[in-house]
């Protein structure tokens, strides 16, 4: 019998979340894309938690910004996607498909979740019902596709939707009111969309994150997960990109 995962929200620049991920029983912490080192050092700080472990999704600066910071403060290693090898900064421990990673007793999966990136990783805890999807999966929304190709993501969404649906999605950015309202123009009549809307403005309004989503949620609302194929899905990330 071991202790949950403590998992903590550092917000940093105009509307990232860093998360720190602490262990109670080996007091091993690790943070998932710390772009900035300043807030997540501050946080650990004050919890008292020494950060041990770096896990990196995927290369951008706003992921990966804070890695050599944090690594020269702690000594912490670092561990993020193979197929980003030389654009991930200080990279100890690359990481494909079915590799692990473990904080304490808790360990993740390694899912390669291409599109966003081309070397895009997810790290799913199954024991802790928890998931890092950095920038595939938003609340409601999907990442840009700068790298992969449609097909890509689609696969790779398709992947974090068929995961057990109590997992708990923890994205890396606060981009659900602008999703849900794009959601609620895609899909007008639907009441699912339109309630979830109502509940982000008022998230919002009152200052609350909306993340960590979760399977059951997004498999309900999130309106890239309705693509039944890539060319649909294509249409819609489109949709997106030229929405405002
Ligand atoms: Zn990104």
């Given at each position: 019998?071991h202790?949950?995962?403590?998992?903590?929200?550092?917000?940093?620049?105009?509307?990232?979340?860093?998360?720190?991920?602490?262990?109670?029983?080996s007091?091993?912490?690790?943070?998932?894309?710390p772009?900035?080192?300043?807030?997540?050092m501050?946080?650990?700080?004050?919890?008292?938690?020494?950060?041990?472990?770096?896990f990196?999704?995927?290369?951008?600066?706003?992921?990966?910004?804070?890695?050599?910071?944090?690594?020269?403060?702690?000594?912490?290693?670092?561990?993020g996607?193979?197929?980003?090898?030389?654009r991930v900064?200080?990279l100890?421990?690359?990481l494909?498909?079915?590799?692990?990673?473990?904080?304490?007793?808790?360990?993740a999966?390694?899912?390669e979740?291409?599109?966003?990136?081309?070397?895009?990783?997810?790290y799913?805890?199954?024991?802790d019902?928890?998931a890092?999807?950095?920038d595939?999966?938003?609340a409601?929304?999907?990442?840009?596709?700068?790298?992969?190709?449609?097909?890509?993501?689609?696969?790779?969404?398709?992947?974090l939707?068929?995961?057990?649906?109590?997992?708990?999605?923890?994205?890396?950015?606060?981009?659900t009111?602008?999703?849900?309202?794009?959601?609620?123009?895609?899909?007008?009549?639907?009441?699912?969309?339109?309630?979830?809307?109502?509940?982000?403005?008022q998230?919002?309004?009152?200052?609350?994150?909306?993340?960590?989503?979760?399977?059951?949620i997004?498999?309900?609302?999130?309106p890239?997960l309705?693509?039944?194929?890539?060319?649909?899905?294509?249409?819609?990330?489109?949709?997106?990109?030229?929405y405002?």
């Open positions: 019998m202790s949950s995962l403590q998992i903590v929200a550092v917000p940093a620049f105009a509307d990232n979340y860093l998360w720190l991920v602490h262990d109670p029983d007091r091993e912490t690790a943070v998932i894309d772009g900035d080192p300043a807030p997540v501050a946080e650990a700080g004050r919890r008292g938690w020494r950060i041990d472990k770096i990196n999704t995927h290369w951008h600066p706003d992921h990966t910004g804070g890695n050599l910071a944090i690594k020269a403060a702690t000594g912490a290693d670092i561990w996607p193979a197929g980003e090898n030389g900064p200080g100890d421990h690359p494909g498909e079915g590799d692990t990673v473990q904080i304490g007793a808790h360990c999966q390694v899912m979740v291409p599109g966003h990136t081309i070397g895009h990783i997810a799913w805890f199954a024991g019902k928890a890092f999807v950095g595939t999966l938003f409601m929304g999907c990442g840009r596709l700068f790298e992969g190709t449609p097909e890509q993501m689609h696969a790779s969404l398709s992947r939707a068929g995961l057990p649906e109590d997992t708990e999605l923890y994205c890396a950015h606060e981009y009111l602008s999703n849900a309202r794009f959601a609620a123009q895609a899909f007008p009549d639907d009441a699912a969309i339109a309630d979830r809307l109502l509940a982000v403005e998230s919002r309004i009152a200052g609350q994150p909306t993340v960590p989503t979760n399977v059951a997004e498999r309900a609302t999130n890239f309705r693509a039944d194929n890539a060319e649909h899905f294509a249409r819609l990330r489109a949709a997106k990109d030229d405002r």
